[in-house]
């Protein structure tokens, strides 16, 4: 069973919690449902799972409009890329906060979508290329402050938190270096926008020293709902 996944995925969360002094009510699990089928967000909300993750604005929008009756209270976080002529579909009620604004364009396209569709504020996090990586989304970690406070100039745009995709690796122990900037990072925008509370980081692959680093919204896809197969989608 699904929940069995998200349960134990829950647990290993509160023991990271646990070992650094955290309360685990500050940690916030999003089940990253991205090439899944709207079935298994379903039978997860059944069993109490209210936030899933999609990284791609279609595929959100399908899933969100299959759902929001049977699934009154879902919550879509947008975590992937985002072009700008897609920000207009994210104006919808089911979506709780876009993670990956990165630029000071993107976060003015949403204010003018929000504007024109009536959205009084969209929480949305910064999205920080952390590892500095070519292939990366995300704004450079020395702009982040400045955008940051170009982006509370918004009106419509609520700074909610930072967020990052740490470099992929296989001993988690490397990234943390990664995530302990991210906390410094948040720590400098809190000087000056005090909202900015949530920190966007860990995935399957690292998200127990995320949240020994202060991770508050942890994004897991392949230990929930298994290996991903983008070959049928
Ligand atoms: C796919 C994805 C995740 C989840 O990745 P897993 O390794 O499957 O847990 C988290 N964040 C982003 C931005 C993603 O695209």
Redesign the pocket.
């Known amino acids: 069973m699904l929940i069995d996944n998200y349960n134990a995925v829950r647990a290993r969360i509160d023991a990271a919690c646990e070992r650094v002094g955290r309360d685990k009510s500050e940690v916030k699990l999003i089940a990253?449902s991205?090439t899944k089928p709207a079935e298994m967000i379903r039978e997860l909300y059944e069993a109490g799972v209210r936030d899933f993750?999609e990284?791609k604005v279609q595929e959100l929008c399908e899933k969100a409009d299959l759902l929001h009756e049977v699934c009154p209270e879902i919550r879509f976080h947008q975590?992937?890329t985002l072009q700008r002529n897609k920000v207009k579909y994210l104006m919808r009620p089911e979506v709780t906060a876009i993670h990956s604004v990165d630029s000071l364009k993107l976060a003015q396209e949403i204010e003018k979508e929000a504007g024109k569709k009536g959205v009084e504020t969209v929480p949305v996090l910064l999205e920080i290329n952390i590892g500095g990586e070519e292939s990366k989304g995300g704004c450079r970690p020395d702009e982040a402050v400045g955008l940051a406070q170009a982006f509370c100039e918004l009106k419509h745009l609520s700074l909610i938190g930072l967020m990052c995709?740490a470099p992929a690796t296989d001993n988690p122990e490397t990234v943390r270096p990664y995530f302990r900037r991210m906390r410094e990072l948040r720590a400098e925008v809190q000087a000056f926008q005090p909202y900015c509370r949530e920190l966007s980081m860990g995935?399957?692959?690292d998200f127990e020293t995320a949240v020994e680093e202060g991770a508050t919204l942890v994004?897991?896809?392949?230990?929930i709902f298994g290996e991903r197969d983008y070959g049928k989608i």
């Open positions: 990253v991205k993750g990284n975590i992937g995709v995935m399957s692959g994004r897991v896809g392949s230990s």
